[in-house]
């Protein structure tokens, strides 16, 4: 696997010549990989001839900086997971050159944004959407990969991509759970062994047949501290802190009507149904 550390570096093997007709698969992530990680990673491999994996922890979508400070780096067994999976790039970009313009040009999203966790983490989104246009605009791939834990982020950039004519295809992956439920996420490891006991309960709670505000208070009685429950797009989300750690997820909303596609939320959204 060869390690990339800039966007001139990146633009110089393509000027080389030598990603000319290949296909190029890209997954985003901020590291602390798993295999929610690695199942974005197979499919870019089984369907472009060249798979990027960047690693950057994006400290414009931190709205808490101890949330940042504490999030986790271990680079060396990254690297050695993307290798055994056989990735062919990681691209590791520092953050003074991502924000070499002090964080003066963002993206900023009017609606889907300001709900569920948008309404909990002002400015998160706008973090998220500013590096994702970054690293679309530099790697300049035909599809790239975004796991379903993180739903309401995928509409975001699947919408943002759509609306500024990017050329890359943004492509939602099934969520993978621990056996015991528990979404994985790079955030599990920060728990403590008794919270990720208590964890489990989060998803088990948000399939269940009952109406949010029920869920919320059989969270609290079970020790997790419920940020919200919400239903939108056909879906059920949630949040919840466990600890100091805030973890997400999302099911089909029970009765397990069929969910929206993201297309037809955008549609919606736009007037179009
Ligand atoms: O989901 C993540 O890991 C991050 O939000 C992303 C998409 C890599 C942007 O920093």
């Not at 999976?85 to 050159?97: M, N, V």
């Not at 949630?238 to 969910?259: C, E, H, M, Q, T």
Request: aromatic share 10%.
């Amino acid at each position: 696997m060869k390690i990339i550390k800039s966007a001139e570096k990146w633009k110089s093997l393509e000027a080389g010549g030598f990603l000319k007709n290949r296909t190029i698969g890209f997954v985003p992530t901020m590291g602390a990989l798993h295999e929610g990680h690695l199942s974005l990673v197979r499919r870019s491999k089984k369907e472009n001839a060249v798979t990027v994996v960047s690693i950057f922890v994006n400290p414009a979508q931190f709205n808490d900086k101890n949330d940042l400070k504490n999030y986790p780096r271990p680079l060396q067994e990254d690297i050695k997971m993307l290798e055994a999976e056989k990735t062919d790039f990681l691209f590791l970009p520092d953050s003074g050159r991502m924000y070499a313009d002090g964080y003066a040009y963002r993206v900023t999203e009017q609606d889907i944004s300001k709900t569920l966790c948008g309404a909990y983490r002002p400015g998160h989104f706008d973090g998220v959407l500013t590096a994702v246009m970054k690293l679309l605009n530099i790697i300049g791939a035909d599809r790239a990969y975004f796991g379903e834990k993180d739903y309401q982020q995928y509409l975001l950039i699947k919408g943002m991509a759509e609306a500024f004519f990017m050329n890359t295809k943004i492509i939602p992956c099934p969520i993978v759970r621990e056996a015991d439920g528990l979404a994985m996420s790079s955030r599990n490891r920060l728990l403590e062994p008794g919270e990720r006991k208590r964890a489990p309960l989060f998803p088990a709670l948000l399939a269940r047949r009952l109406p949010p505000e029920r869920i919320k208070k059989e969270l609290s009685a079970g020790g997790l501290r419920p940020e919200y429950v919400k239903e939108r797009w056909g879906r059920r989300f949630g949040a919840v802190k466990l600890g100091k750690v805030r973890l997400i997820d999302n099911v089909p909303a029970p009765p397990f009507k069929k969910s929206l596609s993201a297309d037809a939320v955008w549609r919606r959204r736009l007037g179009g149904i």
